[in-house]
């Protein structure tokens, strides 16, 4: 029979170079489970670091939340419409949201984090067609700037201070 225990396939003598290489590279760490390579805290804080972020921004999680807080501390609340598998929202998160100047201006806000899968209904309340998707938002609810897409520190910087006053 093809492919039986006792007789060797076509398939299963073409595949062997490739077994060999992969236990090669099982032994180096690499063709492992990430858990395996890392063990269980690695893999743990890479978890966290990817729902959470590696900055010092303190993300509210649900929009009313967010935004009874702004309303308490008349501050203007900063929405992002993210996903975790987008590369942009990624980038962000690591060279935009860790810049210094940026958490500085960011403490004027009330950052407020969401999830465009998991809310879908919102993200198209405010015609949410690609993220990343910032939003300032004034304590009554008025919107005071909104971007769609990727931006440097930079232009994330100027975002925020021309929508923080207007």
């Not at 690591?94 to 899968?117: G, Y």
Request: proline content about 5%; some cysteine; charged content about 20%.
């Amino acid at each position: 029979m093809f492919g039986s225990d006792h007789t060797p396939s076509v398939a299963r003598r073409a595949s062997l170079p490739a077994a060999v290489a992969l236990a090669r590279s099982s032994r180096q760490g690499l063709g492992r489970p990430l858990a395996s390579r890392h063990g269980w805290p690695g893999w743990l804080a890479l978890l966290l670091v990817t729902l959470v972020g590696c900055n010092a921004i303190a993300w509210e999680t649900d929009l009313e939340t967010g935004m009874a807080r702004a309303r308490q501390e008349g501050r203007r609340a900063l929405v992002q419409f993210h996903t975790l598998a987008n590369p942009d929202c990624r980038a962000m998160e690591h060279e935009v949201f860790a810049d210094q100047e940026v958490q500085e201006l960011m403490a004027r806000f009330v950052p407020i984090r969401l999830d465009a899968v998991l809310n879908q209904k919102l993200a198209q309340q405010f015609n949410v067609e690609v993220v990343p998707t910032f939003l300032i938002v004034r304590p009554d609810r008025q919107l005071a700037g909104i971007y769609s897409g990727r931006m440097s520190a930079e232009k994330f910087r100027l975002f925020l201070i021309r929508h923080g006053y207007n």
